[in-house]
């Protein structure tokens, strides 16, 4: 079991950036798959970006050269750093954990971001 704590979403005007963390506890944390996914109002959910355990990454097109996924064995904890924030950036984020599907099963109580132009 994992359990999964999202923090750092906001307001935010376009062009401007915001730094989410997510702190994972309950198990191995470094075994494990981290990503974030996001979701805007009347949409599916979608995938952001993804690191696995040994820190290879992934990205979802419309953030690619804008955003960046990290990860902190030591403190448990993956951060996603969004930078040339857009409006239609603007949703739930939620932090993800698995060890082998992609998403995994254990997911974040979501954080919101709004992008205002």
């Known amino acids: 079991q994992v359990q999964l704590v999202e923090s750092g979403g906001g307001l935010v005007q376009a062009g401007g950036s915001l730094r989410l963390s997510c702190a994972a506890s309950?198990?191995?944390?470094?075994?494990?798959?981290m990503g974030w996914y996001r979701q805007a109002p009347g949409k599916q959910r979608e995938l952001v970006a993804i690191i696995t355990r040994g820190s290879i990454t992934d990205y979802g097109g419309s953030v690619k050269g804008r955003f960046t996924i990290s990860r902190d064995n030591a403190k448990n904890t993956v951060y996603l750093q969004m930078n040339s924030l857009k409006p239609e950036d603007t949703g739930v984020y939620y932090c993800?954990?698995?060890?082998?599907?992609?998403?995994?099963?254990?997911w974040g109580q979501g954080t919101q971001v709004t992008v205002s132009s």
């Open positions: 309950g198990s191995i944390f470094a075994r494990y798959s």
């Open positions: 993800n954990a698995g060890l082998y599907s992609r998403p995994g099963p254990y």
